[in-house]
């Protein structure tokens, strides 16, 4: 079931080896309605990893509360889906065993886990892979039954941490497609970290454009393109410029502090 | 490449047959490949002591061995999981094992014999603490090195605690577990001769029929009980390699 999603002034900070706190996240406010696609947009750093990783549930914030349809979840780990940075499927389960993990901690039945992660596998033309392990797969692949592993399970959110910045030019717009394709049909909320303009521009809704660390939001960007969008069109170049401008001056070091640091 | 396998075995054996046959070395000293065939023979048929065939040696001596086995690896894999996992549990329980591991199997003789007895039940004992601690390393070593990763994906799968040690930690640390199994074994059979040293009232067991070969002088006799040693431990190491190979096909 969709499921909107609400932070409020999140804090997130570690403590150092040195001692003291290093702050990561800053006051992240942020709110996504039913079915949208978010793309979070960062540099290296800025602490996206770490935003996902707390809106799952693997940590706690220091401050600041998650709203699921608008009541603070602290248990969010089993209801919120994560397509994490790495590629994580475990190595001694097949493709098929990986894509029905979730189904089987959730005590599924194993014929009817099997009959939905297989169904699973098919729509992602995955299916000749069943009995295949990890390590017999491409990286484009695996990303894939990582995905599979999340939907197949309805979270009620889906994260996903740039999982296709490892993958060449040609598999991710295929990738990048195909997730437009799932997300069309089934109108999930989708919260997709990446630090690729153009993927922002081409996937999403809107873009969350965040500071560097400690990270805020800076600003809110609407994707106003109509769907199914064209990656060459004159609208989408203008937009991912206009994108690149502001993501730039947040990221760019100063030239005057660059030739004093030097 | 496998013919070139039995040229270096044979060829030894020829060497070996020559050097005895030629009255190089004396046969006082060393055994023939033929003297020691049928010593083997004997030890087959009529039995050292006479009575105490050969296979019922081996039989002894193998459940001697998998009982102390066994009895490792039903207690040092749990304690390795627990080891591994928790840091309190490695706080308490290190510095005890890190003790004891060094300490010979065969220095815990006298100790054992004087708590369990000449007999089956000591001999055990002294397998077991042979086999024991390469498998609660090896475990414990297998579980600290699983990687975040897979535990993370559990987790937000939303795993329990059980899901996680029995679906995650275990197969994650099989590799390391099984590497410690096979030292194990090795040991373990190593152990045997020794262990079977400390007495064995039925009259039955490999090291037991060497020790009464040596007692007769009978040198064609305790050459086959080790070659009977040496083959029996590598069927073993070929099985576990088989069974470890299959169990590890993921990799
Ligand atoms: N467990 C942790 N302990 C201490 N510091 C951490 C921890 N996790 C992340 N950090 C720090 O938080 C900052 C943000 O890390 P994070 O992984 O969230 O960045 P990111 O935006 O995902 O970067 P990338 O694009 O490289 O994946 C980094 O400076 C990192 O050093
Ligand atoms: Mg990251």
Known sequence: ?262 | MRLLRWVGLLAGLMLWQGLCSAGIVGSAMLASPAQVCAGLWELAVRGMPPEFLLHKHVLHSLLLVGTGFLGALFTGVPLGLLLGGSRSARAVLEPVFEFFRPVPPLAWIPLSVLWLGIGFKSAVFIIFLGAFFPILVNTCSGVRNVSAGCIGVAEVLGASRRDIWLKVLLPASLPSILAGVRISMGIAWMTLVAAEFTGVQQGYGLGYMIMTARDLQRLDMIMAGMAVIGLIGLAIEHCLGRIARYLLRWR
């Not at chain 1, 996240?25 to 990783?53: I, M, P, Q, W």
């Open chain 1, 1 to 262: 079931m969709p499921t909107d999603l609400t932070l409020e002034h999140l804090c997130k900070s570690y403590p150092q080896t040195t001692g003291g706190l290093f702050p990561v996240l800053e006051d992240v406010c942020l709110h996504v309605e039913k079915g949208a696609f978010v793309t979070v947009l960062g540099g290296n750093g800025y602490g996206k990893s770490t935003l996902l990783r707390i809106i799952s549930g693997m940590e706690q914030p220091t401050q600041g509360r998650i709203l699921l349809n608008g009541q603070a979840v602290r248990q969010r780990l089993g209801r919120v889906g994560l397509v994490s940075q790495e590629v994580d499927l475990l190595p001694w389960r097949t493709t098929l065993d990986n894509v029905a993990f979730g189904l089987e901690l959730r005590g599924m039945p194993q014929a009817k886990r099997e009959h939905l992660a297989s169904a699973y596998l098919r729509a992602f033309g995955l299916e000749k892979f069943s009995a295949c392990y990890p390590r017999e797969l491409s990286g484009g692949m695996r990303q894939k039954v990582a995905i599979a592993r999340t939907l197949v399970t309805a979270p009620d959110i889906i994260l996903m941490d740039e999982p296709f910045s490892a993958l060449d030019y040609q598999t991710r717009t295929s990738l990048q497609c195909f997730l437009l394709q799932l997300w069309a049909k089934l109108r999930e909320t989708i919260v997709f970290v990446t630090h690729d303009v153009e993927e922002a521009v081409f996937l999403s809704d809107y873009i969350v454009l965040l500071s560097p660390i400690p990270a805020h939001v800076v600003e809110i960007i609407p994707v106003p393109l109509a769907r199914p969008r064209v990656r060459s069109a004159a609208a989408t170049a203008a937009l991912c410029r206009q994108v690149l401008e502001k993501y730039g001056s947040s990221s760019c070091v100063d030239n005057d502090e660059m030739r004093r640091a030097l």
